[in-house]
Structure formats: C-alpha cells, structure tokens
C-alpha cells in the first residue's frame, strides 16, 4: 500500500513537521523541492527562457531554489515576485538570499517560453485576489507552458477544485513525497496536468505516525491481494460466480457482467435465467454455464449451494418489487454480492430497507444518478465526491463505488481510493455491467472486497484505455488478458 496514499494538506503539514523533528532541516526539504522542480523541466523541455513567479511563502522559497539550479545549468532565468522578497521570512528568505540571479516585480510585459508557477501551494485557503485573477487568466490564455509548484495556484489541496474563479491551468505540477486528494480530483487532475511526485528526504516511516486513510487507486495499493492462479489450484478453488439475468427482452447486461467475471479469473461463471429467457441466452452462451430460476424462490434455491459465492444483481433485471425479492433473496445467502443498476434503483423509495439486509461482502456501484437515489442530498451537502462516497459506505454498512470520470471506492472503516485510469470512451452503454462482473469475479476468487473493487476498476480502466476510441463494452474482457499479463509482470 506504501506509495498509494493521498495526503490531505494538514496531513502533509504533520508530515513536513515530523520530518524535521527526526532530524531532516526543514531548509533541506525545500533546498530538495526546488531542485526537483528544476529537473522536472530539464528532463522534458529544452533550453528555454524561464520566468518564476514566486509567492510571498514557502511555495515562493521553492521557486527562487528552482530558478537558481536552472540557472546554474545555463538556464535564461529570472524570477518575477508577487511581494517585496525583503518581507520574506524563514526558509523562503534564505532561498532568495542564495539566489543571484534577476528579481523583478511579477509582470504580463516580458515574454518567456516556460513559466514556473510558484506563487500560492496548496496552502492557499482564500480566492485569488483580482490582480491575481487577472494574470491568472492572461497566463492561461497565453498558451506558455506552466509547470506548477505543489498546486497550480488557486486550487484546494484537499477539495481538487479551485477557491474562486481562477486557477492556473498547468502542463506539469511538481508535488512532494505523496499526492494531495486536489492531484486526483477533478476538475483538479485536468488543472495539474501531468503530476510528478519527487522524493525531497521526508522518511518513509512518518506514514506510521498519520493515519491516512485515503488513497490514489492503482497496483501499489492492491497488488500484494491479487488472486494469481496457483499451480495447485483448479476451476472450483477459483470461485463460482452467478449473474442474475433479467427477462427475455434485456438479457444483454446480465451476459456483459458474466464475460468480465470469467475474464477476471473466477473459475466458473453461471447466469442465472429466469425461465423465459434460458434459451436466448443459452444460444450466446459457452464457456459461461446458464442456470434456471423461477423468482425469489428460486433464486434463494439455487444460491443455496454455497459453491456459488458470488452474486452480480441489478443489470437487465428491471424496477420493482420483484427486484426488490430478488436482492433479499441474494442478501440471504452466503455469496458475496454486487449490486448494481436496478438493483439499486428498485430502493429509490426505501433505502433504509436496502440497508438493513447489506452485509460487509456487499458491493454498491452506482452511479450519480443512482447514488443521489438511495442517499438523496448527499452529493450536494458535502464538500467533494470523496466526502459523499464514504458517508455513503457508513451508511449502507459495506463498500461503495461511486461510479465517474474520477471513481470513488469506499469503506465503512473510513478508507477511500480515488480512481484516475478511466479514459472518456469508458462512457459507453453495458461498460458498467462489466465492471460488475469483473468485481464478482475477484470476489468470487475470495479477494476482500475493497481491495476486489479498487482492482477491478482499475483493470476496467486500463482495459479501457489500451483499445482506445471506439471501445464498445463487448471489448473490455477481451482486453483482460493484455491487463492481467502486464499487472503480471510487476509482481
């Protein structure tokens, strides 16, 4: 999990501080930070002229240590102040004691070919001031290459949205140690542009002393949990999951969620059909088995084979009562269960109801429109996303998956990943219902189920991104294997 984690701004600040109190001087730290700036952009642009913009802070300290590694390399640099450098105070006041190059108050008149945005981190609690509004937006429109310090300046740390109308628009943001939450967020993952996280000598072991409990989704944080096939193993240790299929006329959902479960490594994968409707998806079906069942009852008698440990419920199944049984019967079984689409929906007017029979194997992906259902006001009445998906978990008493651009993965325990590999072709009809059926499929591989749906989103995504544009839902199992091969080689 070490290197996943999101630091909020006051947890960076802990971690700044314990850095100093076991030994690293806090001048040290920055002396790092701008040197790392500064190779950042000899690593990916070529000699240019370099304005600085720096600050009144330590985020302006940065900036006079970046402008004068630049500088010592043969750089055209020069720094542009926001405040008389003589007001400056601690580290930052010895930076610009150690810089010799050019200072001059921050000005639109000179031209430069990169422009290092040093002026607020992600400290910053107040909108930008209308002079600061005004260059923003001259810098934004100029089309100069911004590489940011920390945080493009005007954007929240934590929140991943700026603090009033204006925020610098950055090609590359150079942060510290760890991500804040604002990297991952949006708007503020398209504000940051390509985010470099530089190691500048915080120890490692601080973490041990903040209790994170957010994170940036991705292999470091679930790799180690991955179901890799074992020599010894066969089809029956590697789970049975079942996809419960709507009727005749919406069969295609309940079949996309069966091919991502059995291209994400469950042994068997059956669907569950209602009587009219075994023999069209019988006609589709081969490697995936087709199980017939008659309502509720029939449901709660075939899950009770315990060989079937896990349940995909809600794509193609409709709205309703009848959904409704459906669920309670799934729920009273020993499956580990995702639910999904009308699953969901069919609660709209009881979710107490819904949560009241969810257990800690229980799985929830729903998107705005069906979260704003079941937790009605939620979204609006918290700070960001990421606030509302882990009310969210607390409430339902299992995990959460706020489905979007920027996927939110929550637990009751307080744990959140935020999910940034999903390309803008992923909104497609039936993508959802694969993910759920890839989540089965490592639940069913007994995979617990936080780290089951922040892998499975994850491998969704990348999937995703290696078709490329024109990517269909039928596509995203068939590139499962390309994932899986490469997440293979990382172990």
Not at 5 to 20: F, Q, Y
Not at 328 to 334: D, E, H, I, Q, V
Not at 371 to 390: H, I, K, N, Q, S
Not at 460 to 481: K, M, N, S
Request: proline share 7%; hydrophobic share 45%; with cysteine.
């Amino acid at each position: 999990m070490r290197g996943a984690e999101l630091l909020t701004v006051a947890e960076m600040t802990e971690a700044d501080r314990l850095a100093v109190e076991a030994g690293v001087p806090s001048l040290t730290l920055m002396e790092n930070a701008g040197q790392a700036v500064a190779e950042t952009i000899v690593a990916n642009y070529a000699p240019a002229a370099v304005a600085v913009l720096c600050g009144p802070g330590n985020n302006g300290g940065d900036g006079y240590v970046a402008a004068r590694h630049l500088k010592s390399r043969g750089w055209n640099v020069w720094v542009e102040s926001l405040a008389d450098p003589a007001a400056l105070k601690g580290d930052a006041a010895e930076m610009f004691q150690r810089w010799d190059g050019e200072t001059r108050v921050i000005t639109r008149a000179r031209k430069s070919d990169i422009v290092i945005d040093a002026m607020f981190g992600a400290g910053l609690t107040r909108p930008l001031d209308m002079n600061m509004g005004v260059l923003t937006r001259a810098l934004n429109e100029s089309g100069v290459p911004v590489v940011a310090v920390d945080v493009p300046s005007g954007l929240h740390g934590d929140l991943g949205r700026p603090l009033g109308e204006d925020c610098v628009r950055a090609q590359r943001t150079v942060t510290f140690f760890r991500k804040k939450p604002g990297h991952v967020l949006l708007p503020g993952r398209t504000l940051c542009g390509e985010v470099t996280v530089a190691a500048i000598g915080i120890p490692e072991q601080v973490l041990d002393l903040i209790p994170v409990r957010t994170f940036e989704n991705g292999p470091a944080l679930w790799r180690d949990a991955f179901p890799w096939p074992r020599l010894a193993g066969h089809k029956y240790s590697r789970g049975h999951a079942v996809v419960v299929s709507g009727p005749i006329h919406a069969t295609g959902a309940a079949r996309l969620a069966a091919r991502g479960a059995l291209r994400a490594g469950s042994g068997l994968v059956s669907v569950a059909s209602p009587p009219g409707a075994v023999a069209v998806n019988a006609a589709h079906l081969t490697a995936i088995m087709v199980k017939p069942f008659d309502g509720a009852k029939g449901l709660s008698a075939l899950l009770s084979d315990q060989r079937f440990n896990a349940v995909v419920l809600g794509p193609g199944t409709g709205v309703g009562d009848a959904t409704q049984d459906l669920v309670a019967a799934a729920l009273g079984s020993t499956a580990a269960i995702v639910l999904d689409a009308d699953a969901l929906t069919s609660f709209a007017d009881n979710p107490p109801g819904l949560f009241a029979q969810l257990r800690p194997r229980s799985v929830l992906t729903p998107h705005d429109g069906e979260f704003e259902r079941l937790f009605p006001g939620l979204l609006g009445g918290v700070p960001t996303r990421l606030d509302a998906a882990r009310r969210a978990a607390q409430l339902a008493g299992c995990i959460v998956v706020l489905k979007g651009p920027d996927t939110i993965i929550a637990a009751p325990d307080g744990r959140a990943a935020v999910n940034g590999n999903a390309p803008p072709w992923l909104a497609t009809a039936g993508t959802g219902d694969v993910l759920a059926g890839i989540i089965a499929g490592l639940l069913a591989q007994e995979m617990e189920p936080f780290e089951a749906a922040c892998a499975a989103i994850w491998l969704h995504g990348d999937a995703a991104t290696r078709f490329g544009i024109g990517l269909i839902a039928e596509d995203v199992p068939e590139q499962l294997p390309h994932v899986l091969k490469s997440l293979r080689s990382m172990t």
